[in-house]
């Protein structure tokens, strides 16, 4: 699969990611939309289409029809620009980045931008909970008292059975985590954490507690992308989108061959390869799914980066740190960057942008060429993958 | 309005009635219209399946932050089960310290009330497992 036209970032923004009390989701979407078109350094006007990943202001805020929300509020209504609301949980963000792909690759549109948005914490946490566990299966797992993350800590358990993975390696993900949030000024957590803090933290659902598990976020994040050739007319430092890809799976664990991995993460990771034409190996830095820490040990192996059984062992090894053979959340990743779910997807986009520009301050690698985000709708019923390329 | 949702899946929740494939004879839990491996063929060779309610623990994990209907029976035991014809199926482990439950120890189906639903409040009953020969290991 190839696409018909070639697409670039020329822009990208966001909200600092955290408890945004004093603001609502109107005004958290247009900061985020419009330091990304200032970024771009465009003129509004010559957008041509409108993209916002959003799983459930519906459920949030009782607010459905947020595409036509975000677009009056960045003043695009006038020209009646089409604005679409893309959802797949918590995938929202990365599905709406891929269709703004398709469509300027189809040529519909020149210049497209793409928000993703979710507002969480006028709701109680256990509300919040409730909602986020609308993204697995509510007749088969929900109902039967299954929440986001207990459904992640069965895999992670069995993962533990399979191959040795040992508690402490998932505690490993989330100290690094941290650490990368650390200096991160946009991250919702700033602060390093130890191992002996995950370990003693509060259960959440064996073996994972509340350090294994991304927090309830608010937040914005917004991207500009164009046609390449125009993007390097408008822009000095463009960054390519080399591949995309897209993968399905079963809504339901109970479903699916395999509880140790995500089937659809290796179907999109292929396809986005493919469309690439590179190979795991060539990847030097990459945003992924942490909502979890499981998550993360689990993409890190379906992405190829590391053998199957190989997540816990590379994350203690500190192949996934900053300094580390492929630096793995950079920017703090779900858990300490924070996981407003819709904005999740362009968050990592965001990221991989930055490092890829050298522009990532204290958490810079070192000349990274190709970048990846890999984005997960709820267990892992949808998976998107992008891969981004400095040019 | 949740109440036609929850009662449609009644059968299914009450006695673990799946799909079995009359072309392939693969057995499925939750029910299902048409046979994944099959696909068309399999139209209208779908089958009712009652599953004996018996297999073994695939995964587990105790819940200590549990969705909101379930508050009053935190922490509780909730498990991957492979059901002894061949599916697996997700539900709680309950009449056990949640401490001696572990992968590969053999269950069976009891029904149970399952939560308080939403505001209305309304009680749902389903498939819950137990531990077989708890005591004897
Ligand atoms: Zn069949």
Avoid at chain 1, 154 to 181: I, P
Wanted: hydrophobic share 40%; charged share 20%; aromatic share 6%.
């Amino acid at each position: 699969m190839t696409l018909s036209r070639e697409v670039a970032v020329i822009g990208i923004g966001q909200t600092k990611f955290g408890e945004i009390w004093h603001k609502s989701f109107r005004e958290i979407g247009i900061e985020a939309g419009l330091r990304a078109i200032q970024d771009a350094g465009i003129e509004s006007s010559k957008v041509d289409s409108i993209y916002i990943g959003n799983m459930s202001a519906g459920l949030f805020l009782d607010q459905e029809h947020v595409a036509s929300m975000i677009a009056e509020e960045v003043g695009l209504t006038k020209d009646s620009v089409p604005a679409t609301r893309v959802e797949a949980a918590d995938a929202s963000g990365g599905l709406a980045f891929r269709q703004a792909i398709l469509d300027i690759s189809s040529g519909m549109s020149d210049i497209v931008v793409v928000g993703g948005a979710e507002k969480m914490s006028d709701v109680t946490s256990q509300i919040a909970t409730y909602f986020t566990a609308a993204g697995a299966d509510q007749s088969w797992e929900s109902l039967f008292g299954a929440t986001i993350p207990s459904l992640y800590a069965l895999m992670a358990r069995k993962h533990m059975h399979d191959f040795g993975t040992t508690r402490e390696q998932l505690g490993l993900v989330s100290v690094k985590n941290h650490r990368n949030g650390s200096l991160n000024p946009d991250a919702q957590f700033q602060k390093e954490i130890t191992l002996e803090q995950v370990l003693k933290a509060g259960p959440v659902s064996t073996p994972l507690g509340v350090f294994d598990c991304a927090p309830i976020s608010d937040g914005a994040a917004a991207i500009v992308l164009a046609e390449l050739d125009l993007a390097r007319e408008l822009c000095t430092n463009p960054i390519k989108v080399s591949g995309t890809g897209q993968g399905s799976d079963s809504l339901s664990i109970a479903n699916r061959t395999e509880l140790t991995g995500l089937k659809a993460t290796r179907a999109a990771s292929k396809r986005a390869y493919e469309m690439a034409g590179i190979n795991p190996s060539e990847i030097s830095v990459a945003e992924v799914h942490d909502s979890c820490t499981i998550g993360e040990i689990m993409a890190i192996e379906d992405l190829g980066f590391f053998e199957k059984g190989d997540g816990g062992p590379a994350t203690e090894r500190g192949d996934t740190s900053l300094e580390g053979i492929i630096s793995i959340n950079t920017s703090g990743g779900l858990k300490a960057r924070g996981h407003p779910l819709g904005a999740t997807g362009i968050a990592q986009i965001n990221e991989i942008v930055l490092q890829l520009r050298g522009m990532a301050g204290k958490r810079q690698v070192k000349d990274p060429l190709y970048g990846l985000a890999q984005n997960v709708g709820g267990t892992g019923g949808t998976v998107i993958v992008h891969i981004l390329e400095a040019i | 309005m949740a109440v036609a949702r929850y009662w449609r899946q009644q059968e299914q929740r009450y006695s673990l009635a799946g799909s079995k494939c009359a072309i392939c004879n693969g057995s499925f839990f939750p029910k299902r219209t048409i046979c994944p491996t099959c696909h068309r063929r399999s139209i209208g060779k779908m089958e009712k399946f009652l599953f004996s309610g018996k297999g073994k623990v695939v995964t587990y994990t105790i819940v200590h932050d549990p969705i909101i209907s379930y508050a009053d029976q935190s922490p509780y035991v909730l498990a991957v089960i492979a059901l002894e014809e061949g599916d697996l199926v997700l539900g709680q482990i309950v009449d056990c310290d949640p401490r001696i439950v572990d992968i590969d120890l053999d269950v069976e189906m009891v029904f149970r009330r399952l939560s308080a639903e939403g505001a209305s409040g309304t009680i749902q009953y389903g498939f819950k497992f137990r531990l077989m020969d708890v005591g004897s290991s």
